[in-house]
C-alpha cells in the first residue's frame, strides 16, 4: 500500500503507523459539564464503516508527521491523505 | 584537569573507514549540529533567521541548503543545522541567537552519528538499506527514513556521494548494517 504523503509524495505504508479514527483529534472539554461522557465516547465508541473511513496515520520512518488518511476499508483505496494540522486548523484549532 | 581522550562514536580514536568493493564508507565525527523548530506563527520570521545564518534560500520540503553552515528540512517548518565541529562548536548558541524567540533551538551534536558512504555502487547499497527512492534524490536533497529500524537522514551530496546521520546511541548497529549492506550489494 502506497501512502501519497502531501509532503513528500508517495511513500510505502511501511514507514507509517496507524492510530485509529481521526476523531481522535477531537479531544473534548475536560472541563465541560458532561465531560464524563464525552470522554465515554472518545475513548471508547468508535463506528466501523465498511467503506469510506477517516484515521491517523504517523509517518514515524519519515518525518514524523501526523496524516489524516481516507482510506475505504473495504478496498483499501486511498483516496485523500491531508496533514492532521491542517485539518485541525481548518476546524478552528490553534495547534 | 582530567584526562580524558575523545573517542568517536564507533569507540576508536580515530574515525572508522570501510571499504568494500567500490564503495567507502567514513564515520565523520567533526559536525557540530542543532535542531530548528519554528514556534507557532513565527514561521517566516524562523525561515528569514535561518536563510541568514546559513546565507541561502531556507530548504523546502526534503532539500538542504547553505555551505560551510547548511540546513536541512527535517519536517513542517522543522530543520537541523550543521557545521564544520572546529569553527562552530557552539553552534546551538549561534542559532538561537539568530532565530531569538521564533524558535526553539536544541543542541544536536554528539546526538548523532554521520557515515558518509561514497563510490559508484553507493545507490545499491542505500536501496538495500531503505525504502527511500534514493536514486531520485539528487544533490542537495534530504529526507528522513528508516535504516534498520534506526530513524536516520539521507543527504544527497553529490551524485554518488551520501551522508547517513543515524542515532549515535545505536551508531555500531547502523555501522553494523551499512558494512553488512556493502558486502551484499557489491
Known amino acids: ?95 | 584537569m582530567h584526562d580524558l581522550v575523545a573517542i568517536t562514536a564507533l569507540g576508536g580514536t580515530e574515525p572508522k573507514i570501510d571499504r568494500v568493493g567500490s564503495v567507502t564508507c567514513t564515520e565523520t565525527p567533526g559536525v557540530a549540529l542543532a535542531s530548528v523548530a519554528a514556534r507557532q506563527g513565527r514561521e517566516d520570521k524562523t525561515r528569514n533567521a535561518v536563510s541568514q545564518l546559513i546565507g541561502a534560500e531556507t530548504p523546502a520540503v526534503g532539500k538542504f541548503t547553505g555551505g560551510p553552515i547548511i540546513a536541512f528540512w527535517t519536517g513542517p517548518d522543522q530543520w537541523m543545522i550543521e557545521a564544520p565541529f572546529e569553527t562552530h562548536e557552539d553552534l546551538a548558541h549561534l542559532v538561537k541567537e539568530n532565530t531569538g524567540d521564533t524558535a526553539s533551538v536544541s543542541e544536536q551534536t554528539d546526538a548523532w552519528v554521520r557515515f558518509d558512504l561514497d563510490g559508484e555502487g553507493v545507490l545499491a547499497v542505500l536501496e538495500l538499506l531503505s525504502s527511500l527512492d534514493c536514486r531520485k534524490m539528487a544533490a542537495g536533497a534530504a529526507s528522513r527514513t528508516s535504516i534498520h529500524h534506526l530513524g536516520c537522514f539521507v543527504l544527497c551530496r553529490a551524485s554518488g556521494s551520501f551522508s547517513v546521520y543515524g542515532p549515535r546511541s545505536s551508531a555500531g548497529s547502523l555501522h553494523h548494517a551499512i558494512v553488512a549492506a556493502m558486502k551484499s550489494a557489491l
Not at chain 1, 477531537?26 to 469510506?52: C, H, I, M, S, V
Request: charged share 30%; no cysteine.
Open chain 1, 1 to 95: 500500500m502506497i501512502i501519497h504523503h502531501p509532503l513528500l509524495g508517495p511513500r510505502d505504508s511501511s514507514e507509517f503507523v496507524y492510530l485509529g479514527d481521526a476523531s481522535l483529534i477531537n479531544r473534548p472539554d475536560w472541563q465541560a459539564e458532561d465531560a464524563t461522557e464525552a470522554f465515554y465516547d472518545y475513548a471508547y465508541l468508535r463506528d466501523n464503516p465498511a467503506g469510506e473511513h477517516r484515521e491517523l496515520w504517523f509517518h514515524e520512518g519519515g518525518d514524523r508527521s501526523w496524516l489524516v488518511v481516507t482510506r475505504n476499508t473495504a478496498t483499501h483505496e486511498i483516496s485523500k491523505v491531508e496533514l492532521a494540522r491542517d485539518v485541525a486548523r481548518a476546524q478552528g484549532r490553534s495547534k
